[in-house]
């Protein structure tokens, strides 16, 4: 099969795309044919070398969480799925297991013709018929994320909510479900995007300084800062407000610098608040929209990584097969 690979740690213009053996599915497993797939941070970070010795890859190394696809084998023990079924859904790398919940979503990495996935997880499901590949890959961490996000945040109508990364694959899965809470939403975004975010619900655009911030907000929620780096977001909510954010390293009321507002960390990996089939039922209902920026084949794989870090992208970069 054809996958993008990297083959030693490196910047993602060292990924390539070579031919590898088709995985088979063990005890427990499916094998899925890759329709789509989309971009996550994890897919450039692990590569890197920037985590060292605290995970270390066996190369070559196939990246992709999230993946829409046709299930094409399945292992022993396996009832849930069989041959033909379309599924969608986020596979961890499998040398993450140890920090993927209790039943860990881990596989063989998406960007690829072929991938094998644990079948007994909720961040694996049924891809509902309406949703098209393409939108199921994208929708997957976004969506899941987004969803997380709004359940933790227990959003008032007529709340202020401030958006930081409004434009990215959370943020935008995010901004509509906001906005249906009937909360006023303020996004952080460029110009490029200004429109884009009015559509799915903000009602105001900012820029990214933190001097562009309000003040006085009830909620402010961070998709793309470093978790050290939220005392001028922090700074903006009233007291009492609450912070919700889902980038590491995990804030403290002390890195904040405040102690009287809620401060909620979201990575619900085990799908506590709603799993794979949530996520498909949302989307369904029109709750869940996909916000997909660009598009690539598999040849262009390690093009979509390279921009994913180089270029201001908006929504998800999403690879077909």
Not at 154 to 171: D, I, K, R, Y
Not at 214 to 237: E, F
Not at 301 to 308: E, L, M, R, S
């Amino acid at each position: 099969m054809k996958a993008v690979v990297a083959t030693d740690y490196g910047p993602p213009e060292q990924y390539t795309v070579t031919e590898l053996p088709v995985p088979r599915p063990g005890p427990g497993q499916i094998q899925v044919r890759i329709a789509a797939a989309a971009i996550n941070p994890a897919d450039v970070r692990l590569p890197s070398g920037e985590f060292g010795d605290a995970v270390r890859l066996e190369f070559p190394y196939v990246p992709g969480n999230d993946f829409a696809g046709t299930v094409t084998e399945v292992g022993a023990g396996v009832n849930a799925y069989r041959a033909g079924d379309e599924v969608f859904g986020l596979a961890m790398p499998r040398v993450l297991r140890a920090m993927a919940g209790r039943r860990p979503s881990v596989g063989t990495g998406s960007l690829a013709e072929y991938a094998v996935v644990e079948a007994d997880t909720p961040l694996v499901a049924h891809r509902p018929a309406a949703l098209s590949a393409e939108d199921a890959a994208a929708l997957a961490t976004a969506g899941l994320t987004a969803r997380a996000i709004a359940t933790t945040a227990n959003l008032q109508p007529g709340e202020h909510v401030l958006v930081v990364g409004a434009s990215g694959g959370v943020g935008t899965a995010l901004i509509p479900l906001l906005a249906a809470a009937k909360a006023h939403v303020t996004a952080t975004a460029t110009d490029v995007d200004a429109e884009l975010l009015r559509r799915l619900g903000a009602a105001e655009i900012i820029g990214y300084q933190e001097a562009d911030y309000p003040a006085g907000i009830d909620v402010a929620v961070n998709a793309v800062l470093p978790g050290d780096r939220l005392t001028g977001l922090a700074a903006a909510l009233r007291p009492g407000g609450r912070l919700t954010t889902i980038t590491y390293p995990v804030p403290t009321p002390e890195l904040i610098g405040r102690d009287d507002v809620g401060l909620d960390f979201v990575l619900d990996v085990d799908g506590d608040l709603g799993g794979m089939r949530e996520v498909g039922d949302a989307a369904m209902r029109g709750e869940l929209r996909a916000t997909i920026g660009r598009r690539y084949r598999l040849g262009q794989g390690p093009q979509a990584c390279t921009d994913f870090v180089r270029e201001h992208t908006t929504g998800k970069l999403v690879v077909t097969m």
